[in-house]
C-alpha cells in the first residue's frame, strides 16, 4: 500500500539552527510530492512541491526540500530557524489511484522554536 | 476576502444531532474535499468530489454524507453525531489539470461533539 511517513511528530530546535523535517513515501511510481505548513489557528499553506525536474526544490520563507529516488525521501530542511517558523508541517504525497491522483497527508510534525 | 471559506467556525453539539458543515470557493476549482484533522493523526480523507456529478469516498466516509451543491459549494454532513466525529475539519480545493497542482485550504471548522 502507498504510504507517507513523517520521522518524529515533535522536532525542537533553537533559534538560528538548521531545521530539518524527514518524510518518506512508499510508491513503485514516481510521485508528487508536497509540503505545507499549518500555522495555529489556521489552515495549511503550501510550502514547496516537488514535480518533475530538478530534485532540489525552493520554497517559501527559506525552506527547501530534496527528492531523492533511492531513498523514497523528500525531507524539508532550513539552514537557520526563526521564532516564526514554530508550526505544525505536513509532508503530502499524491499516489495515482485508478484514474486519479489522490492526495495523502503525513500525520505531520510539529516544529518547536526555542529562544 | 478568502478563497476558501467555511462555515461555522466552531460547533458544539450534542450526540445524535445532525451537522451540516460549509464550504464555498471563489478559486474556480472543479476539485474539492473534505478532511478531518486530528492530533497526531494528521489529515484523512473523508470524501471528494472531482464535479458536482462525481462524489467519492475518502478513508474515513463512514457516519459522514456530502452534497455538491453547485462547482463553489461543497457541504459535510453528520447525520448523527458522535463523540469521536470532534475533530478539525478542513475543506479544501485543487484545479482539475494535473495531479502536480496543490490544493487551498479554508480556515477549518472546529466541531465537538457532547
Known amino acids: 500500500a502507498q504510504s507517507v511517513t513523517q520521522l518524529g511528530s515533535h522536532v525542537s530546535v533553537s533559534e538560528g539552527a538548521l531545521v530539518l523535517l524527514r518524510c518518506n513515501y512508499s510508491?513503485?511510481?514516481?510521485?508528487?510530492l508536497f509540503w505545507y505548513v499549518q500555522y495555529p489557528n489556521q489552515g495549511l499553506q503550501l510550502l514547496l512541491k516537488y514535480t518533475t525536474g530538478a530534485t532540489l526544490v525552493k520554497g517559501i520563507n527559506g525552506f527547501e526540500a530534496e527528492f531523492k529516488k533511492s531513498e523514497t525521501s523528500f525531507h524539508l530542511t532550513k539552514p537557520s530557524a526563526h521564532m516564526s517558523d514554530a508550526a505544525e508541517y505536513f509532508c503530502?504525497?499524491?499516489?495515482?489511484?485508478?484514474?486519479?491522483?489522490?492526495?495523502?497527508f503525513g500525520r505531520g510534525t510539529s516544529l518547536i522554536v526555542h529562544p | 476576502d478568502a478563497d476558501v471559506t467555511q462555515t461555522p467556525r466552531n460547533r458544539i453539539t450534542k450526540t445524535g444531532k445532525r451537522i451540516m458543515l460549509e464550504c464555498s470557493q471563489t478559486?474556480?476549482?472543479?476539485?474539492m474535499y473534505w478532511y478531518r484533522q486530528d492530533p497526531g493523526l494528521g489529515l484523512r480523507l473523508i470524501y471528494y468530489s472531482f464535479d458536482v456529478k462525481d462524489i467519492n469516498k475518502g478513508e474515513i466516509s463512514d457516519g459522514y454524507s456530502v452534497s455538491r451543491q453547485a462547482q463553489a459549494k461543497f457541504s459535510l454532513s453528520l447525520e448523527s453525531a458522535i463523540p469521536n466525529q470532534t475533530a478539525l475539519y478542513f475543506c479544501?480545493?485543487?484545479?482539475?489539470?494535473?495531479?502536480?497542482?496543490?490544493?487551498?485550504f479554508g480556515p477549518g471548522t472546529r466541531l465537538t461533539v457532547l
Open positions: 479544501a480545493t485543487s484545479d482539475l489539470s494535473g495531479p502536480h497542482n496543490e490544493q487551498f
Open positions: 478559486k474556480g476549482h472543479d476539485r
Open positions: 503530502a504525497v499524491s499516489f495515482r489511484s485508478g484514474g486519479s491522483y489522490i492526495p495523502t
Open positions: 510508491s513503485s511510481v514516481p510521485p508528487y
